[in-house]
């Protein structure tokens, strides 16, 4: 029986449903897939990396998953089954439930998994990927430094928001791409686009016009954020319900059994999400930014070792 769509807790209307469409013909064509991004708000890319380049990139990842104790002994470790004392909390790291001791050693900051590892930055920062944007923007690129690696274990998703809000210092003209770090499958929790959110930017004008790193100089959490002890006023979210949000802004949610090698790219105004994991298995993926190297780039992300929303970057205002 297939799994129902689930997202934040709120069932998914199947007849609201659908499935992202393919757009891997398109590759070698940068007119037909800006003009595909212009229509969609993104394009879906199934099988443009070698199956077996990804599965190594995460053969490095569940390695160090099953040596810090995350994963199931009874399983081999690249299936990434969760053993039952892991959970994930807001910051992709890893520590035990409530109720259990802390132990240092039980803990492991997700952006650590990208660390040394050479098979998945290669595939993000050379080659075939650069040169889809390449012919995409019409120029060289830049990517952005920070890479943002997810590690969501059994329970809820990501909840709906557009990118726009946290990186919006330097060009607009950015484009997000998201792969899965293995196989994804919905039960796993893969990300889903709200269908035709791009084309809503005036109906979002309030929403995509704030910066999760700006605070209220005059607030009472203005102290708190300068200090570091708080890292946002804001965390950006769009919804906590993406139901709700399906039927106040229309379309359908989309979505697909995720393969090693697809990638998803997608603007900074559409709007996504991803689905709750339904499996026993943490769901390994990562997103990026990559930009035409002529524009603007924002800061926070282009640091040899970029610390993003660090306090350094805060911008108060007088509310």
């Avoid at 689930?6 to 013909?25: M, T």
Wanted: proline share 7%.
């Amino acid at each position: 029986m297939k799994t129902l769509p689930i997202s934040r807790g709120y069932p998914l209307d199947p007849k609201e449903f659908g499935e992202l469409a393919d757009s891997s013909h398109l590759v070698g064509n940068p007119d037909q897939l800006r003009r595909r991004i212009q229509d969609d708000g993104y394009l879906f890319l199934p099988g443009f990396f070698w199956r077996d380049d990804v599965m190594a990139a995460r053969k490095v990842v569940t390695d160090r998953l099953a040596a810090g104790g995350f994963l199931n002994p009874d399983f081999p470790a690249i299936d990434g089954v969760v053993a039952d004392v892991t959970v994930v909390n807001s910051r992709s790291a890893f520590r035990p439930p409530a109720g259990h001791n802390p132990d240092p050693v039980k803990t492991y900051n997700a952006d650590d998994l990208t660390k040394q590892n050479r098979p998945l930055l290669d595939l993000l920062q050379k080659g075939r990927i650069i040169g889809l944007f390449e012919d995409y923007f019409g120029g060289p690129v830049l990517h952005y430094n920070y890479v943002w690696f997810r590690a969501v274990s059994p329970g809820m998703g990501t909840p709906p928001h557009c990118d726009l809000v946290y990186m919006g210092r330097g060009t607009h003209n950015l484009m997000s791409t998201w792969m899965p770090v293995g196989d994804a499958p919905m039960d796993v929790g893969g990300l889903m686009i709200l269908e035709n959110s791009h084309r809503q930017a005036d109906r979002l004008h309030n929403y995509l016009s704030r910066d999760v790193d700006e605070y209220c100089s005059n607030g009472p959490n203005a102290a708190k954020i300068e200090s570091g002890e708080l890292m946002c006023e804001w965390d950006g979210i769009l919804s906590k319900n993406p139901a709700s949000l399906r039927e106040k802004m229309g379309g359908r949610w989309l979505t697909a059994d995720y393969r090693a090698g697809d990638i998803l790219i997608f603007t900074m105004r559409t709007v996504h999400a991803s689905l709750d994991n339904q499996s026993d298995r943490i769901r390994l993926s990562v997103d990026t930014r990559y930009q035409l190297r002529s524009e603007p780039a924002d800061e926070r992300f282009m640091a040899e070792n970029p610390a993003p929303y660090a306090v350094e970057f805060k911008k108060g205002r007088v509310c």
